[in-house]
Structures are given as structure tokens and as C-alpha cells.
């Protein structure tokens, strides 16, 4: 199984456009000292099968690691396939938890000159113990974590596709926004409402939405 290191667009992390225009987790990524909140209270039942998942798409370091994955690093893994770790939010965390075998995901280049969802993949693994947080040359190693009860997990994904055009996500707020005037399908769309969140679940109509400007 290839475990690339890579850095996701942490949930700490705004989709800013960056300088060099990575898929980062702007700056304070995700903390790992968040608050535990039950998922009763975050919204995480009945959220569907759809997801979407932020990733850096060009070179940083940190703590001497690159943290780049993009999903043309994600397509050139063995089997197109990778582990999706460094989560370090308790509430994306807990998404990742909630993920099941073959379902879809939007990957999100994160925190770059034009951040968007750049293409597809699906859910191969469930959720299992992240190895970085016990790797301590890792950026995501957490000294708090034990292995006999480890904090964090990741799942396992697979690339589909790209998209058909790169939908920025100039175009998704200009629909957000006008969905939330006439109560279209992104009017409480995630990466605008809980916009820090690294893994966001999407509903059926959300999915369907944005598949459908692909066309345009």
C-alpha cells in the first residue's frame, strides 16, 4: 500500500490562494487540539455518501517532509490508489470515520492559485489508524496519540477521473451565493458553511450539481 506523504488541506485551513498555489492546508493546518464534539452535534448523520477531500497540489515543506499530493500524484500511485492521511481535526476525522467502501469523492486542490475540485475518486478502505501520527519525523506526528488507542484515521482511496474542466472555486461560490437567494442546490454547501473542514460530506443534490457543470 503507497503511503506518499502528503499534506491535506487541513481543516484549519482556508482556501486561500497562496504564492506559490499549493493544495495546502493554509497555515495552521489542522489542529490537532480541537475540541471533540459528538456527531450528533455536527451534522454528521444523514449526510450522504458523497464527499469532498482537500489536498495540496504543489511542493511545501514541512518539518523537511514534502507535503504535496495532488491528484496527479494520486494517479501515478500503484493501482492509483493512497492512503488519505495527516488529518488532524476531530471533526473531519470522524467523516473519514463515517466513509464507506466505493463511495465517491470530489479531490479538491486546496490553498493554490486557483483552487477547485480537479477530479474523482472513490473509497477503497475504510477507516484504519493513521501510521503518521506515530512517525516521529512526520509533520503529523502527535505525542499524544497512543497505538493501543490511536486519535487518528485514514482511509484508502482510488483515483476515477479528472474532471471533464477544473471547477474553480470562483464558480462554485458565485453559485453558493445565488443559491442561498433562491434555495438552490449549494445554498448550505460545506466548503462554504464549514469551509475549514478538510473532509466535507456533500449531499446527493450538492454531487449531482456540481457534476452537472462540468458541461457549461
Known amino acids: 500500500m ?74 501515478a500511485q500503484p493501482k492509483q490508489t493512497a492512503c488519505w492521511d495527516g488529518v488532524r481535526n476531530y471533526q473531519a476525522r470522524n467523516f473519514l470515520r463515517a466513509m464507506k467502501v ?11 492559485k486557483e483552487p477547485g475540485i480537479a477530479g474523482l475518486m472513490k473509497i477503497v478502505k475504510e477507516a484504519y489508524p493513521d501510521h503518521t501520527q506515530f512517525e516521529k519525523t512526520n509533520p503529523h506526528y502527535d505525542p499524544s496519540s497512543k497505538e493501543d488507542n490511536p486519535k487518528w484515521s485514514m482511509v ?32 448550505n454547501m460545506a466548503l462554504f458553511t464549514r469551509q475549514r473542514l478538510s473532509v466535507q460530506p456533500l449531499t446527493q443534490e ?7 457543470l462540468e458541461e457549461k
Open 102 to 112: 466505493d463511495e465517491e469523492a470530489f479531490f479538491y486542490h486546496s490553498n493554490c
Open 2 to 75: 503507497p503511503r506518499p506523504r502528503k499534506r491535506l488541506a487541513g481543516a484549519a485551513g482556508l482556501d486561500k490562494k497562496g504564492p506559490a498555489g499549493k493544495h495546502v492546508k493554509t497555515k495552521n493546518t489542522e489542529s490537532s487540539s480541537p475540541q471533540k464534539i459528538p456527531a450528533s452535534k455536527n451534522c454528521e448523520k444523514n449526510t450522504g455518501s458523497y464527499w469532498l477531500m482537500k489536498s495540496e497540489p504543489e511542493s511545501r515543506l514541512e518539518k523537511g517532509v514534502d507535503v504535496k499530493f495532488g491528484i496527479e500524484d494520486l494517479k
Open 156 to 187: 484508502d482511496v482510488q483515483f476515477v477521473r479528472m474532471m471533464k474542466r477544473f471547477i474553480p472555486l470562483a464558480e462554485l461560490k458565485t453559485h453558493h451565493q445565488a443559491h442561498k437567494a433562491t434555495g438552490g442546490p449549494l445554498k
Open 206 to 212: 450538492e454531487f449531482d450539481f456540481i457534476l452537472s
